[in-house]
């Protein structure tokens, strides 16, 4: 067993088990990969959950095609042909109960499209719906590290195959989302910032690959952007305890300009003003949160004396 070798991605490392052949193949986008897998908890008895192996059949996935567990791209493209690897994830494994869950019904030979977490809008993300599965539920609440093992069989070209053959539902992308959120707001409690924001990120990435087949500013796409800004704003909540003030300007800023009426962008790009003694900017920021909630003055007093209490006023 060769030393543990962490990956380009924090949370992440890998150790070859066996090592494959030839160079490392080229992961562009419309690629086919084929690969087995096997999924251990990270406990003394190294739990086996999924095992592609005793169902018979390998995995395949389409590069750059957001599959449900995007991470799986990120860790087959450190691997050669006929290698089998072993990955330790820390990160990015929050919706994999969804992605087994999926997999096992196919398995079973039920079509996973007739399943369904029924959310209405964002209302019901706290509501976790059993999976049917004990050992998903269990992880679903708690999510803990896993290991992956990798096996990489093939790796076929956009060229070499039927790209119509495997496609992803938009619908699987979205009920990941709620979970997502409603991981990332239970690490953010914890204090768990920077996991929290992976939560988030996510599952932003999930919505905007679903609203790139929406036309821009109708009805759907609305309400995909509405679910992003949330999103979005919650991570610059978590970057703001974090102390990566420019970036919360950034991204809130991105909002404004997109959507002005937007009372949180406003709040959390007045507090990152304060932060970098931006007083004019931030001033301004707090006004217009005042404007468009007068109900916010307690808060925006506060701020304020922050301000003052810094010597600006």
């Known amino acids: 067993m060769k030393d543990a070798l962490l990956l380009g991605s924090e949370g992440i490392k890998k150790t070859i088990l066996h090592g494959?052949?030839?160079?490392?193949?080229?992961?562009?986008?419309?690629?086919?990969?084929?690969?087995?897998?096997?999924?251990?908890l990270c406990d003394d008895e190294r739990t086996v959950i999924d095992d592609s192996k005793a169902v018979g059949t390998p995995m395949e996935i389409v590069i750059g095609n957001m599959f449900k567990l995007d991470i799986w791209e990120t860790l087959l493209s450190s691997m050669r042909?006929?290698?089998?690897?072993?990955?330790?994830?820390?990160?990015?494994?929050?919706?994999?109960?969804?992605?087994?869950k999926s997999m096992r019904r196919i398995a079973e030979g039920k079509d996973p499209v007739d399943w369904h977490i029924h959310t209405c809008g964002m209302a019901n993300m706290f509501a976790y719906h059993s999976l049917g599965y004990e050992d998903l539920d269990e992880l679903m609440k708690e999510p803990k590290p896993l290991y992956f093992v990798l096996e990489l069989?093939?790796?076929q070209q956009p060229s070499e195959y039927d790209r119509e053959s495997w496609a992803l539902s938009d619908e699987e992308r979205l009920k990941a989302v709620p979970v997502l959120h409603g991981q990332?707001?239970?690490?953010?409690?914890?204090?768990?910032?920077?996991?929290?924001?992976?939560?988030?990120?996510?599952?932003?990435?999930?919505?905007?690959?679903?609203?790139?087949?929406?036309?821009?500013?109708?009805?759907?796409?609305?309400?995909?952007?509405?679910?992003?800004?949330?999103?979005?704003?919650?991570?610059?909540?978590?970057?703001l305890r974090m102390e990566e003030y420019y970036e919360v300007i950034e991204h809130t800023t991105d909002i404004i300009n997109q959507h002005p009426g937007i009372v949180k962008a406003y709040y959390l790009r007045g507090k990152a003003?304060?932060?970098?003694?931006?007083?004019?900017?931030a001033r301004q920021d707090f006004s217009r949160v005042l404007d468009l909630n007068p109900g916010m003055k307690k808060a925006v007093k506060k701020e304020l004396a922050i301000l003052n209490i810094h010597g600006c006023g």
């Open 20 to 40: 494959g052949s030839g160079d490392i193949p080229k992961f562009v986008t419309g690629v086919k990969v084929t690969f087995h897998f096997r999924t251990q």
């Open 81 to 100: 042909i006929g290698e089998v690897a072993e990955f330790w994830c820390d990160i990015h494994t929050g919706v994999y109960p969804l992605v087994s």
């Open 153 to 155: 069989l093939k790796v």
């Open 184 to 239: 990332g707001n239970k690490l953010y409690k914890q204090g768990r910032y920077q996991e929290a924001t992976q939560k988030y990120k996510e599952a932003i990435i999930c919505i905007k690959n679903v609203q790139t087949k929406e036309k821009a500013w109708e009805v759907p796409w609305m309400k995909l952007e509405k679910m992003a800004n949330t999103l979005t704003l919650n991570y610059c909540q978590c970057l």
């Open 273 to 281: 003003h304060v932060e970098v003694w931006n007083e004019a900017e």
